[in-house]
């Protein structure tokens, strides 16, 4: 776990209407390819009070900030502990993500208590979703021709390899070159993204040996989930449900 200080990142989180159980950073810092303009995405998860759950009037599911800090868009989004559990329990890669993350801004045991819960809630259904995101970015690259979607296609891929492999999140682009071997030409991409959130891929493969990689690595996604030995359910329900209660009641 890496402790993010940021400077005003700790009192924007201590402004929050309701108690955050924890907030991380995510997006291109979590993938690892920042770029000195790029945004920095905050998630997290709040807690509302029994009143506003139980009651006629309910709290909000989810809460969204966005503002500007020495020339650097600031995005806070935190969902509340319910929608929160929910989407755990669906083959939804961001917030594993984003629990996992080290990238640490905030934290408690509750966080800690709902990490825990995690690989109960993984499942070879995942892989819908990194290959559809990747599809997603993809199709915009062939659009911009920018850096950007271009790795984010790639660190998708290579997340939900991983991930049918090992059943652990790795969300690190470097790190997931290195553990399965390429594409090889990632890394100076990466280096280059760091000058610039929407530089265009302007020296670098050729959009043959990109779609050949690209088509490749997507076939590799598919292999891996069909050889995998995830569950294809999620197994944390019980758990979690007790855990919702419990930190709700306590609330």
């Given at each position: 776990m890496i402790t993010v200080d940021v400077p005003g990142l700790r009192e924007v989180v201590a402004e929050q209407p309701y108690r955050l159980l924890f907030a991380t950073v995510s997006g291109a810092h979590l993938y690892g390819f920042p770029s000195a303009d790029s945004d920095v995405d905050l998630r997290g998860?709040?807690?509302l009070p029994a009143d506003e759950v139980v009651g006629l009037r309910h709290g909000p599911e989810t809460l969204e900030r966005m503002w500007q800090r020495d020339g650097v868009e600031l995005d806070l989004v935190t969902h509340d502990l319910l929608k929160f559990a929910r989407l755990l329990l669906r083959p939804n890669g961001y917030v594993?993500?984003?629990?996992?993350?080290?990238?640490?801004?905030?934290t408690s045991d509750a966080h800690t208590e709902l990490a825990r819960f995690a690989p109960g809630c993984v499942t070879r259904r995942h892989a819908h979703h990194y290959r559809g995101f990747a599809r997603t970015q993809w199709q915009l690259f062939g659009r911009t021709n920018e850096l950007k979607p271009l790795l984010y296609t790639f660190r998708a891929l290579l997340t939900g390899i991983h991930l049918m492999r090992t059943g652990v999140i790795e969300a690190n682009l470097s790190t997931l070159v290195a553990e399965l071997g390429g594409p090889s030409f990632l890394p100076d991409l990466i280096a280059v993204k760091a000058g610039g959130e929407h530089l265009p891929l302007s020296d670098g493969p050729s959009p043959e040996l990109l779609w050949q990689t690209y088509e490749r690595w997507l076939a590799a996604l598919v292999e891996a989930q069909e050889k995998s030995t995830l569950p294809e359910q999620p197994s944390a329900?019980?758990?979690?449900?007790?855990?919702v209660v419990q930190l709700r009641l306590k609330a």
């Open positions: 998860v709040h807690l594993l993500e984003q629990l996992l993350s080290p990238l640490v801004v905030s329900e019980p758990e979690l449900h007790d855990f």
